[in-house]
Structures are given as structure tokens and as C-alpha cells.
């Protein structure tokens, strides 16, 4: 059994190369610049990997792999997606 906390949001970072795991989430509705809540874990026998369940920006559900997924806060709120504040601005923005 995998629990998850019920406010866990993770970010997108999605790995590159042929080895990347499928779906590649940047090319099935998501966005780095945004936070996802998770909805639900999936951890297939025949393998080591997690897969997270996500609604995109679409509002369709994907299992994502989490090696294309980083931390991104407990939020309490009933929001699916929330913005992420820009990591390019500084305090002088």
C-alpha cells in the first residue's frame, strides 16, 4: 500500500533522453510553471517506479512517473493546479 498526503502537490521536471519513462508530461497537457495535485498512487509490481496520478491542465487524469516529478508544498486548498511563482524573478522584481 503507498499513502500520500491528501494538500501534496508536485512541479514538473521532466527528464530528457531515450530512457526518458512515458508519457513525457510536458507533450500531455501539463506545464512546468504550474503545480499538480496528486490524486492518487500507482506502483506496478514488475517495476520500481511510482506513477502519480494527475489531473492536466486539460482536466484528464495521467499516471506520471516520478522521475519527471519534484516536490512542490502541501497546499490546503480544493484546487487541482496552482501557479508556481516565476524562479526567474528576484526580490528587486
Do not use: K
Not at 506520471?64 to 490546503?76: P, S
Amino acid at each position: 500500500m503507498i499513502a500520500f498526503h491528501p494538500h501534496l502537490f508536485v512541479r514538473i521536471v521532466e527528464l530528457g533522453g531515450p530512457r526518458a519513462p512515458t508519457p513525457l508530461p510536458l507533450s500531455s497537457g501539463f506545464n512546468e510553471g504550474r503545480a499538480y495535485r496528486v490524486v492518487g498512487v500507482y506502483n506496478p509490481s514488475e517495476t520500481s517506479d511510482a506513477y502519480f496520478i494527475l489531473p492536466n491542465d486539460r482536466d484528464e487524469l495521467w499516471f506520471i512517473c516520478q522521475r519527471h516529478l519534484r516536490f512542490a508544498g502541501l497546499h490546503d486548498t480544493t484546487a487541482h493546479h496552482l501557479n508556481l511563482p516565476d524562479v526567474h524573478a528576484t526580490a528587486a522584481d
